[in-house]
C-alpha cells in the first residue's frame, strides 16, 4: 500500500501526540473506521518504535512523526513506518528517507523552506504552524509553486479544514481536535471514530460529503 496515495485519498492523515498509547492497533482502527487510514506515531511519544511495530504489524498506514535524525529515520521505518514526517528541515532523514524508498512529509513555512523541502526529495511539504497565516498562505505559496504538494499542520480543524483543501492544501492533518491526549488515555476508541468522521465530512464544502 502507497502511504501518500492514501494520504492524498482521503484527503486527510492524523496525528498522535500522547504520553502514552496502550493499543496503536485499536488507535488506527478507531480513525480508519471514520474515514482516517493513515495516521503519524511521534518521537515525542516514549516507545513509539514498539507502537509503529504493533501498529505496522496489523495492517495499519502508519509513519513516524517529529523525525530529527536519521538514527531515528532508519529506526522507524525499520519498526514498519510507511512514511516519515519532520517538523522543519531535515537533510540526513531526507537521504535516508530516499536511500530507503520511503516518502517523506517534511516540515517547512517559508517559499524558500518549501522549496528547499522539494530539492530534498519530500514527497509532500507539511506547512507547519499552519495556524501562523492561515488558508491563504497555501495559494501565496502555490502561485511561484504550483506543483508542490502541501499539507497543513498544527491548527486544523473542523472550521477550517475545508479552507486549506480550496486554498490548495492535498491533505489535512487531523490533531488533538480528533485524536486528544484524554481520549488516547481513556481508550475512547468510539469517540475517536466519531471525531475522526465528523473531520472528514467537514472536508466537503458546508460539510457536504
Not at 503519524?40 to 504489524?57: H, K, M, Q, S, Y
Not at 528541515?89 to 537521504?95: D, G, H, K, N, S
Not at 536511500?99 to 507539511?126: C, F, H, Y
Amino acid at each position: 500500500m502507497n502511504a501518500l496515495q492514501t494520504i492524498l485519498d482521503d484527503r486527510a492523515l492524523a496525528v498522535v501526540r500522547a504520553p502514552s498509547i496502550s493499543d496503536p492497533q485499536a488507535l488506527a482502527e478507531a480513525l480508519a473506521r471514520g474515514g482516517i487510514r493513515a495516521v503519524e506515531l511521534t518521537f515525542t511519544t516514549p516507545g513509539v518504535l514498539d507502537l509503529l511495530r504493533v501498529a505496522a504489524d496489523a495492517g495499519a498506514v502508519v509513519g513516524a512523526g517529529t523525525v530529527l535524525t536519521s538514527e531515528q529515520a532508519r529506526a522507524a521505518i525499520d519498526s514498519g513506518a510507511q512514511f516519515l514526517v519532520t517538523p522543519g528541515l531535515r537533510p540526513a532523514v531526507a537521504e535516508v528517507a530516499s536511500a530507503r524508498g520511503v516518502p517523506l512529509m517534511m516540515g517547512a513555512l517559508t517559499p524558500s523552506e518549501v522549496m528547499d523541502a522539494i530539492d530534498m526529495g519530500a514527497a509532500a511539504v507539511k506547512i507547519f504552524p499552519a495556524r501562523a497565516l492561515g488558508p491563504a498562505h497555501f495559494k501565496d505559496l502555490l502561485g511561484p509553486l504550483p506543483d508542490a504538494k502541501l499539507v497543513p499542520s498544527g491548527g486544523v480543524n473542523t472550521s477550517n479544514a475545508a479552507d486549506f483543501l480550496t486554498f490548495g492544501a492535498v491533505a489535512v492533518t487531523a490533531g488533538t481536535d480528533v485524536v486528544s491526549p484524554a481520549a488516547v488515555a481513556s481508550d475512547d476508541w468510539d469517540g475517536i471514530a466519531e471525531r475522526a468522521q465528523r473531520f472528514v465530512t467537514s472536508l466537503s464544502p458546508k460539510g457536504t460529503s
